[in-house]
């Protein structure tokens, strides 16, 4: 057993007497620089210690085939019409899917961009097969032709108006041509449009009556339109509603179409309309166009990790389209690949990286808009995007744990004139490179031991700093004394 008096050798930190101990004011001043400024340290060491330290590298994408690169888009185009507007993936592993609905929106707009009614659900275009009739027999002109003059009079006049929009340099048109004329002189043999007149079918030739077909929002040839009395007119006289038919175009077909049509129909009601028909005749001229011109396209897709293409355009494989129609001048709201950040995310990802996050949805707001005149007819929008990917991942244990993964881009945009069908395409090239972020955790004992060189540092400078001052003072007190002895 060690005595007390044993003990008492090893210690370091042998005590002074008061008595032997002088203060000054030299000394009470540096004591207060020295506590301030261990205080100072230690704060900025704090600080520092809080912080977070990243270190960035660059490495091969570690991705593997399985994995899809998710695409989210929200893009408003003025003058495209909702009915044909088609979302199209491909890339160069030869994947093409053409005309996606399941994860993508559409909503009606007018040219300003506000909607004018709820979510387009044409569901997807059923194909045709019955073009036409496939005999050669000869037809007459059983139809009525329409133009901007007799179009409205003859919408009020009967309950319900079926018009073909045509075109005569289109081959489906030309197809559908012998069996809508047999159908029309059908109809009109048995509904009478005198006697009874519930149903009238016409047609419109889009290439001599350009404002009616664009009025209507007619792009592909040729479009049934399918229009009704009291339901086409809202009670606000705002919007003019219509359906279309896209079922098979053969003469029995297109009968049995208009017959579903006529059986709801009252035969007193065309009556009623020759009684009123009267009245309507300063109003109709002045009934005002629908405000259904474009559409917004919204939703996401899911491509491979290779170079590819996401187009929208005008897309129909039994109707025709006049490139010098088509505008596809659009607004992007948004366009970014990966998944979708949530506000903690995005946080997370300024604390760690504050450089990052400026480019991961680097088009949105910009607009591409071009005037359908002569020289801006048949542009095509393209973009050119280059996709790097970020993964941030956090080293503790030893161990690296996967916090989030982003994907920014640059983006270079170009108008081009084509003679083909105009469309917006997104050309999109993920690079092989990645950017790898790692956080360094910091060592709490190195914290503390820096804490402890922080204070033992500034003790022992303020010590030394104190014996010079000290013995500086007491050499020119010496000094004094000699001079007066």
């Excluded at 660059?58 to 495209?80: C, G, H, Q, Y």
């Excluded at 664009?214 to 919007?239: A, C, L, M, T, W």
């Excluded at 990966?338 to 680097?362: A, I, N, Q």
């Excluded at 949105?364 to 005149?373: K, V």
Aim: glycine content about 6%; proline content about 5%.
């Amino acid at each position: 057993m060690f005595s007390a008096s044993k003990l008492k050798s090893v210690d370091f930190y042998r005590k002074i007497p008061r008595d032997l101990t002088e203060a000054s004011l030299s000394g009470a001043g540096l004591s207060i620089i020295a506590a301030l400024s261990m205080m100072f340290l230690f704060g900025m060491e704090l600080n520092d210690y809080l912080t977070v330290s990243t270190s960035t590298s660059i490495i091969v994408d570690k991705s593997t085939d399985e994995e899809f690169l998710r695409i989210d888009f929200n893009i408003s185009f003025p003058a495209l019409s909702c009915e044909f507007a088609s979302v199209d993936v491909s890339d160069v592993l030869g994947t093409n899917r053409l005309n996606i609905t399941k994860t993508v929106r559409k909503f009606s707009i007018d040219p300003n961009l506000i909607p004018t009614g709820s979510e387009f659900h044409p569901g997807p275009i059923p194909k045709v097969n019955r073009h036409g009739d496939d005999t050669e027999e000869e037809y007459g002109d059983g139809s009525i032709s329409l133009t901007a003059d007799n179009f409205e009079k003859l919408a009020h006049q009967y309950p319900v108006l079926v018009v073909n929009f045509y075109a005569p340099w289109c081959y489906w048109s030309n197809r559908l041509k012998p069996s809508w004329e047999r159908t029309a002189k059908t109809m009109r043999e048995r509904y009478d449009l005198e006697m009874d007149g519930r149903i009238l079918l016409g047609k419109v030739d889009c290439t001599e009556e350009g404002g009616l077909c664009r009025r209507h929002h007619v792009q592909g040839y040729p479009s049934i339109r399918i229009f009704r009395r009291g339901s086409d007119i809202k009670e606000n006289h705002g919007h003019h509603d219509h359906e279309s038919y896209y079922g098979e175009r053969d003469t029995e077909s297109l009968v049995a179409a208009m017959e579903s049509l006529v059986a709801p129909v009252p035969r007193e009601s065309h009556k009623l309309a020759l009684e009123d028909k009267s009245n309507q005749t300063t109003d109709t001229a002045k009934r005002p166009a629908p405000l259904t011109s474009g559409c917004r396209i919204e939703g996401f897709v899911r491509v491979k990790k290779v170079p590819g293409n996401l187009v929208i355009s005008a897309h129909s494989g039994a109707h025709s389209f006049d490139p010098s129609q088509i505008n596809v001048s659009h607004v992007i709201s948004q366009f970014s690949f990966g998944k979708k950040l949530s506000p903690r995310m995005v946080s997370e990802l300024k604390r760690l990286t504050p450089y990052l996050g400026g480019s991961h949805d680097r088009l949105t707001g910009r607009s591409y808009i071009t005037n359908h005149a002569d020289v801006t007819a048949n542009v095509t929008i393209e973009h050119y995007l280059q996709i790097v990917k970020t993964e941030i991942v956090s080293r503790k244990s030893s161990q690296e744990f996967k916090l989030l993964e982003e994907y920014e881009y640059t983006a270079h945009s170009s108008l081009v004139h084509s003679l083909h069908i105009p469309v917006a395409k997104f050309h999109f090239e993920p690079s092989p490179m990645q950017v790898l972020v790692t956080e360094v955790p910091k060592s709490f004992s190195h914290f503390i031991t820096n804490v402890c060189a922080i204070i033992g540092g500034v003790f022992t400078v303020a010590g030394i700093l104190d014996a010079i001052l000290h013995n500086t003072i007491r050499l020119m007190r010496k000094v004094e004394l000699g001079k007066h002895l």
